[in-house]
């Protein structure tokens, strides 16, 4: 079992968060054992931080490799072993060039059990990436690409009568024509991969990708091309759906009501910080009361005159939900911490922390670590734990 969970004897599970168009967020790590050197790879490094998109194959290649299936986990694996120029790579264990992680992936490819024509055709994709990492490459496969598809479109024009461009297939039938102006075709993919040590495989498997699936895959991209425009077209004529109707029209509707999601929220949260971090923290509390709807307290809000005091206890007691943003000066208050035990003992405690820090006992639960947030999966889980937490208190008191 080269894919495992948090033990060796436990069973990788895959469990992804949605975040904008056609990436997801892992909510769990998985590790990956890479049999040939031993060495064991943890994804992501942290959650929150990675996000992938499976394999990226373009929209008109899907058809004949799709970005998921049982390649899914391969591919997540390879996006975490690379990484852009300069940037961190998205997991733990030993660090690794471009060309072993494109082993790797066609390893774990193999033990997934990918059948081998999917198999070849998603390693040629990895592997066309790597080459296209040093400029020299990317030129010499641009012109290499431009050649291939003229000579395509000349044996195509030429194939049909409607143009007579290269001599060696002149006027004559169809049946001799086409075996003269494929052979010409593979000669030039040949000669390429002649031409590009270290990479001959990669340049034949492409040259041979172009010459025998160019055709049915301009067909689909026009076909593709097509359903877009009219999916936009005929999506500006229609009407707004539902879930778009203002919050008071959709709450008279129980079944809109039930989609408006974040709208419907009620209850109110409490707000608990060490008052050196509240530039930091009065976003946070803007983001709770727009994405929420709930009624959001924190001190800032006492006014002068205030028995301050009686008020946060008040306030605090009175809460459904009490975040609390951890930070240096947040762990050393007294205040915070009495806040936090309270919130823990009536079960409304919702951890959160712009900074690394160190805590104990039951107070050292699972937090969302916004200081380190990339793609904001970690805000939004943030604000799913406070409407899970509101919403079970609401139930609470209805029953």
């Not at 910080?273 to 006492?302: H, N």
Request: proline share 6%; with cysteine; hydrophobic share 50%.
């Amino acid at each position: 079992m080269p894919f495992f969970g948090s033990n060796i004897h436990t069973k990788a599970s895959f469990v992804l968060e949605w975040i904008a168009d056609e990436r997801f967020a892992l909510r769990e790590q998985f590790r990956y054992r890479y049999e040939k050197t031993g060495d064991i790879f943890i994804v992501p490094r942290e959650l929150g931080r990675f996000s992938t998109d499976f394999a990226s194959v373009p929209s008109f290649a899907t058809w004949l490799v799709p970005r998921v299936g049982n390649h899914a986990p391969a591919a997540v694996l390879h996006d975490a072993l690379v990484a852009p120029q300069g940037a961190p790579t998205d997991h733990i264990g030993r660090e690794v060039t471009r060309d072993e992680a494109d082993e790797i992936f066609h390893t774990a490819m193999v033990e997934l059990g990918v059948p081998f024509i999917r198999r070849w055709l998603l390693h040629l994709g990895v592997r066309a990436g790597t080459a296209m990492t040093l400029a020299r490459r990317r030129v010499f496969v641009m012109v290499t690409s431009v050649v291939l598809l003229v000579l395509l479109t000349l044996t195509l024009l030429d194939l049909f009568d409607r143009a007579e461009f290269l001599p060696w297939m002149g006027d004559r039938p169809f049946l001799v024509e086409l075996p003269l102006g494929l052979a010409a075709l593979l000669a030039w993919v040949g000669l390429a991969a002649l031409a590009a040590p270290g990479h001959r495989r990669v340049v034949l498997g492409a040259g041979l990708f172009l010459v025998f699936l160019a055709l049915p895959l301009v067909a689909i991209q026009l076909t593709t091309s097509v359903y877009y425009l009219a999916e936009r077209f005929f999506g500006l004529l229609a009407p707004p759906p539902a879930d778009d109707r203002p919050a008071e029209v959709a709450r008279d509707d129980p079944v809109a009501a039930s989609m408006i999601g974040p709208l419907s929220t009620t209850g109110s949260v409490f707000v608990s910080y060490a008052s050196e971090d509240l530039d930091r923290v009065e976003p946070l509390v803007d983001t709770i009361e727009k994405e929420t709807a709930a009624q959001v307290w924190w001190d800032f809000d006492l006014e002068p005159g205030d028995d301050w005091n009686a008020e946060i206890l008040a306030k605090l007691n009175a809460a459904d939900c009490v975040v609390v943003v951890w930070s240096e000066a947040a762990v050393a208050s007294d205040w915070v911490r009495f806040e936090a035990n309270e919130a823990l003992r009536r079960n409304a405690y919702v951890p959160a922390a712009i900074e690394p820090v160190t805590l104990e006992g039951d107070l050292d639960r699972q937090r969302a670590k916004l200081y380190d947030d990339r793609n904001n999966v970690r805000l939004r889980q943030l604000l799913d734990k406070i409407r899970e937490t509101l919403a079970r208190r609401d139930t609470a008191t209805v029953d």
